[in-house]
């Protein structure tokens, strides 16, 4: 085959050799255009065979990607963004997470003073809208969404609060609901002029689910932090509070590996600042031990994980300490509590952490704000750390107005989810480096392969060129 290929070229070039005779420079022409040729068809011809063959190796080796270096901030880029948005009002996403099959945003919409409404909303993994429903408990009372979690029966469950408008107090509120975000049934806990609030749930591990906010209601004075354990109907099996006389704020909860939960936030100090805590429980919901970090500024917890090492993660803002103004704040922990280190990302602005979690290699990503840096005002913001807390990349996302990140996961295929606000609309957007696997080979080939294999194409063709024009090939003298 490449027998007859060759002496299908030569054949041409004996054709036209007489042109190269009578005119040198239709010679030089023809012989500029056989380099090219060739220099092209290399150019053009391997990179696909071997981006093919890159392709077939990685379906059956996927952790050569997983593996690969990732650290080039410019490279991770939105795939997809989903705004959520009403007529009249604004919207906010407090939680994003992944589910079997796409993703479920928890927030709220405001339509006016007398309208705030809980709203879920359903996107399938390419961020097209499934469902959304708005959960007003009995007309204009005002609720609000701070986190949901898909259940064990495809459901969701949802917490929040409930009230606000009423003016007869805010409650703690459950929300339970089918696949496509019917309601099942809804409940409140607390007590008639005094505000609770939920902040995270999850299923507990001995079933039913386990819920963490902050009440008024019940504990030793101000906010305590409240724990509640129900069954899977949302009645209460066990309630606990913890906390001072002064206000203490829960923030996150977590499953633990021991079966148990760890509690992060702030409380108040005696001077009157915020300081942040880290507080682990038993599957009873007793204490085990708990720990405080803080300066002479505000610094308050709003994230935490319980990390492979077992030991956990700390992520929120700090004003103690840092470049000025606030950063963004990581506390390193083991398994007992105690620090292993601490760290601060930001500038002289306005920086802070809403979320973090552990990713696959061993590093941490860490979602919140900056107005340090950015398209102006405030933007949404990435962070990826190694191991260790030192920063391996970060990147902002914004526009001429302000923009939070609120929530940031880590998805089934290694990139990222996040949630949050861009100006008055929730805001949901998948972080993909090289916007997808099959991107990451073709930009591997374009920046790297693409410029050598045109470099030998190219050589060739002068080395052809030169054999031709020097007359050491006849191609007549070959035979068939």
């Not at 990139?415 to 805001?427: L, Q």
Request: aromatic fraction near 12%.
């Amino acid at each position: 085959m490449v027998r007859k290929c060759f002496f299908k070229v030569f054949n041409c070039l004996k054709n036209i050799r007489g042109i190269f005779n009578r005119n040198k420079r239709s010679k030089q022409l023809v012989l500029t255009g056989i380099v090219l040729f060739v220099t092209f068809s290399l150019a053009l011809i391997v990179p696909s065979k071997i981006t093919e063959t890159i392709s077939n190796h990685l379906s059956q080796n996927p952790s050569v990607v997983e593996k690969g270096e990732r650290s080039n901030s410019d490279e991770w880029e939105i795939e997809w963004e989903y705004f959520h948005e009403r007529v009249i009002g604004t919207t906010h996403a407090n939680w994003v997470e992944e589910t079997s099959d796409g993703y479920i945003l928890a927030g709220y919409s405001r339509g006016s003073v007398l309208d705030i409404d809980g709203i879920l909303v359903k996107v399938d993994e390419n961020g097209e809208k499934e469902w959304s429903k708005g959960y007003p408990e009995t007309g204009l009372d005002g609720s609000r969404f701070y986190c949901a979690k898909e259940t064990s029966d495809g459901g969701y469950i949802a917490t929040g609060s409930n009230g606000e408008l009423s003016f007869a107090g805010v409650y703690l509120w459950l929300v339970k609901t089918n696949a496509n975000g019917e309601k099942t049934w809804s409940q409140t806990y607390g007590k008639s002029m005094t505000s609770s609030t939920g902040r995270f749930i999850d299923q507990a591990s001995t079933g039913g689910y386990i819920v963490v906010g902050d009440t008024k209601a019940y504990g030793a004075g101000g906010y305590d932090v409240w724990m509640i354990k129900t069954d899977s109907s949302g009645e209460i099996d066990w309630s606990y509070t913890y906390g001072s006389t002064k206000d203490d704020y829960a923030r996150c909860v977590k499953k633990t590996s021991d079966g148990g939960y760890i509690i992060t936030g702030y409380y108040t100090t005696s001077s009157g600042d915020y300081n942040v805590f880290l507080l682990k429980i038993d599957r009873n919901g007793n204490f085990v031990w708990d720990n405080y970090w803080g300066g002479l500024g505000d610094d308050q917890a709003k994230s935490v994980v319980e990390t492979s090492d077992g030991g956990y993660l700390i992520a929120g803002t700090t004003r103690s300490y840092g470049s000025g103004g606030d950063d963004v704040w990581l506390i390193k922990t083991n398994a007992n509590g105690n620090e292993v280190w601490k760290k601060t990302y930001g500038g002289t602005g306005s920086d802070s952490g809403s979320c973090v979690e552990e990713t696959a290699d061993g590093g941490y990503m860490i979602t919140g704000s900056t107005n340090s840096s950015g398209s102006g005002g405030f933007d949404a913001w990435l962070i990826k750390t190694y191991a260790n807390g030192s920063e391996e990349w970060s990147k902002t996302f914004g526009s001429s107005d302000d923009d939070y990140g609120r929530c940031v996961q880590q998805t089934e295929d290694g990139n990222y989810i996040i949630a949050g606000n861009k100006g008055e609309k929730a805001w949901l957007a998948k972080i993909s480096y090289g916007v997808g696997d099959e991107n990451i080979i073709e930009k591997y080939l374009i920046d790297n392969e693409l410029v050598m294999i045109g470099l030998i194409g190219l050589a060739v063709g002068l080395i052809v060129y030169s054999i031709i024009r020097k007359g050491k090939l006849e191609p007549e003298e070959l035979g068939e």
